[in-house]
C-alpha cells in the first residue's frame, strides 16, 4: 500500500489529503466542458453543411431541406443536453427531460408535413453522432 494512502499508525495525526493533479481544477472543469460543448456544436454545423448540399444536389430539394430540419433539431437536441449537463450539480441532482421533445417533435412534424421526409430528417437529427466519434478520436 502507498505511503499516501496507508492508516496511519498514530490516530491523532491525520493522514496527508490527496492533491489535484496540477491544472486541474473545478473552474478548469467547466471552461473544458463549454469549450467541448462548442467543438460538438461547430463540428455538427460542419457535418450538416458539408451534408445537405450534397444530399440536395444527389436526392432531390426535399429531401436535402428534410436533412437540413433534422440536422437543425440535433443541433438545438445537442444544445439542451449540454444545457442540462452544465446544470449537473448547480441547480439540480438530474438531467431534464426537455431535449427529449425534440426528436419526438421531429417526428411528429414530418408525419404532418408532406414537404418533410422521415428518413431523411432522422439522418439529418442524428448529424450529431459522427462530431461526438471524431471529437472522441481527437482527445485520444
Not at 22 to 40: C, E, K, M, T, Y
Not at 47 to 59: D, E, K, R, T, W
Not at 63 to 70: E, F, H, P, R, Y
Amino acid at each position: 500500500m502507498p505511503a499516501a494512502i496507508a492508516p496511519s499508525p498514530n490516530p491523532e495525526v491525520p493522514l496527508p489529503l490527496a492533491k489535484e493533479p496540477l491544472g486541474v481544477s473545478p473552474a478548469n472543469g467547466i471552461g473544458d466542458f463549454q469549450r467541448l460543448q462548442q467543438r460538438l456544436l461547430l463540428a455538427t454545423t460542419i457535418a450538416a453543411a458539408l451534408a445537405v448540399p450534397m444530399v440536395g444536389f444527389a436526392f432531390g430539394w426535399t429531401v436535402g431541406l428534410s436533412l437540413l430540419i433534422g440536422a437543425i433539431a440535433g443541433l438545438v437536441y445537442l444544445w439542451l443536453l449540454a444545457r442540462s449537463v452544465a446544470r449537473l450539480g448547480q441547480a439540480s441532482r438530474s438531467l431534464s427531460k426537455v431535449q427529449l421533445l425534440v426528436p419526438v417533435v421531429l417526428v411528429l412534424a414530418s408525419v404532418r408535413l408532406p414537404q418533410l421526409q422521415l428518413f431523411p430528417a432522422l439522418v439529418g437529427f442524428l448529424l450529431y453522432k459522427p462530431a461526438l466519434l471524431v471529437q472522441a478520436a481527437l482527445d485520444r
